[in-house]
């Protein structure tokens, strides 16, 4: 049962605890970002080998666009995958991918909108859901009606329609003929 350093916080962990992550071991603790990056970079280099329609010829040259995008702007590759999905997703005036041209133009022109636009439908989905909860919490209310009480409101209920439905008759004398 051997230990091996943590390359994020330098601490000695038992190597079954450890989380091998793009070929270093990390604590459980240090493991997680990096997983989740890991994941971010997966996904974005995926959705960018589909947006340029599967040309390999293309993705060196855009992976280098991301990495020059992320090192020199400080645009995260989460943000960078969010932006390109919002202009060729859900934006209805993207425009035209050419993969030729790369995506550091596309990504920093629409880089803040998409962020304003994911920060509003998470906003929405935020408020949608503490509007659920407070219903599903509220105290429920008992309403007791006798029988004779329903009774009286059917009847009620009917003379309305009918008073609204007398006023609306047609009389067939009053359709023109077809001729």
């Not at 071991?25 to 960018?48: S, W």
């Not at 999905?85 to 998409?114: C, H, L, M, W």
């Not at 105290?139 to 003379?159: F, N, V, W, Y």
């Amino acid at each position: 049962m051997g230990k091996s350093v943590c390359k994020g916080c330098g601490i000695r962990f038992p190597t079954e605890d450890m989380t091998v992550v793009s070929g270093l071991k990390y604590c459980p603790e240090c493991a997680k970002p990096r997983l989740k990056e890991a994941r971010t970079n997966i996904e974005l280099n995926d959705y960018l080998f589909n947006l340029c329609n599967k040309d390999q010829d293309v993705m060196p040259y855009l992976t280098t666009q991301v990495k020059w995008m992320v090192d020199n702007n400080n645009f995260k590759p989460s943000g960078i995958l969010a932006t390109l999905k919002y202009v060729y997703d859900d934006s209805e005036t993207a425009p035209p991918f050419n993969p030729r041209s790369g995506i550091q133009y596309i990504v920093q022109k629409y880089y803040s909108t998409a962020r304003d636009f994911y920060i509003q439908v998470h906003h929405l989905n935020q408020t949608s859901e503490d509007e659920i909860k407070r219903i599903l919490t509220m105290p429920t209310e008992t309403i007791t009606l006798t029988r004779s009480e329903l009774d009286a409101r059917d009847k009620r209920s009917s003379e309305k329609r009918k008073d609204e439905l007398y006023g609306k008759e047609i009389d067939l004398n009053d359709i023109p003929d077809d001729d």
